[in-house]
């Protein structure tokens, strides 16, 4: 039995709907009816009545729903004395530009909150270079686009991001229609970052895909410069839409990308476990809860959480 398994139960006894609770709760309804059935077998008594208006705690729902309470009571209770005890150390962590535009400082405000006495160094990098910090033992953790993930390395899947066409709304041959396919792009000039880097190597993986060969105008490793060289009408760009959340939306036009398959995921990678300090485990969960939080709450343009 987990404590994860009684904050579901108790969730859903208090909302009476398994699709409700699922949402609040940031999980498919699927794995959370498979949580909740999980817990009903090791306890070999049904606690739910489920019907087509929703579910209720039966008899013995209602008594393990009581005590459930009680129990994650004592369990907050003693993380936060475990808080309390001033977790302390350093840790890194790498964002791409895009990436901190949307999720840098809700992490730290959230760092600062739970961990005070935790230094937090923070390294703002193109994805290529934080892949190459991580193999070199310069960063405890690093949010990136591809895996490439050495033996020892964690890897977790956070989110995908919708890619948009963004670019100044006077700039000849970007798409005038409320989505823009990959076929229609072929002689708008395009502003991107480098080969070596996650969001390049997916574009030209779609682009193949289209059977098309990008005008590529000019590349610039560095977002702001990138941004700059957009918004003075030098080209468009493919970005997700955390590469315009700094920037005044008025200026440039956001066009979702049409393509499903066009969508960056977004992975949460570190070094292993046994290499990590308690500082930075504790860092990659509160990681975890920001990203999530900002996504329910609709903060990162464009985003949705990956199924677990």
Not at 29 to 42: C, D, G, K, V
Not at 106 to 124: I, K, S
Not at 161 to 169: D, K, M, R, S, Y
Not at 234 to 263: D, K, N
Request: charged share 20%.
């Amino acid at each position: 039995m987990e404590l994860r398994q009684l904050r579901y139960f108790i969730r859903v006894v208090e909302l009476g709907s398994m699709g409700r609770a699922a949402v609040e709760l940031g999980v498919v309804t699927s794995a959370l009816s498979q949580q909740i059935s999980r817990l009903e077998s090791e306890l070999s008594t049904r606690l739910l009545q489920r019907s087509a208006t929703g579910v209720r705690p039966t008899d013995a729902g209602v008594a393990f729903w009581r005590q459930a309470q009680l129990v994650l009571r004592h369990a907050d209770e003693a993380a936060r004395a475990a808080q309390q005890a001033r977790l302390s150390g350093h840790v890194s962590v790498g964002l791409a530009p895009s990436t901190a535009a949307v999720l840098g400082l809700p992490l730290m405000q959230a760092m600062r909150t739970r961990y005070p006495d935790v230094r937090l160094h923070l390294v703002e990098s193109l994805s290529g270079h934080l892949t190459q910090m991580l193999h070199a033992r310069q960063l405890d953790l690093a949010v990136l686009f591809r895996s490439e993930a050495a033996r020892r390395w964690s890897v977790m899947p956070l989110l995908d991001e919708a890619l948009f066409v963004i670019g100044p709304a006077s700039l000849p041959g970007l798409p005038p229609g409320e989505t823009a396919a990959l076929e229609s792009l072929g002689s708008l000039p395009l502003i991107l970052p480098s080969g070596p880097h996650g969001l390049r190597a997916l574009l030209e993986q779609s682009f193949q895909r289209a059977g098309l060969v990008p005008c590529i105008a000019a590349e610039i490793d560095g977002l702001a410069l990138l941004m700059d060289a957009v918004r003075a009408g030098l080209g468009a760009t493919i970005q997700p839409g955390s590469a315009a959340a700094r920037l005044p939306q008025a200026t440039l036009r956001l066009i979702p990308v049409a393509e499903l398959h066009a969508r960056r995921p977004s992975l949460l990678v570190s070094l292993s476990d046994d290499e990590l300090s308690p500082a930075a485990l504790a860092t990659r969960v509160t990681l975890t809860d920001v990203v999530r939080t900002l996504v329910r709450e609709g903060r990162w343009p464009g985003a949705c959480l990956h199924d677990h």
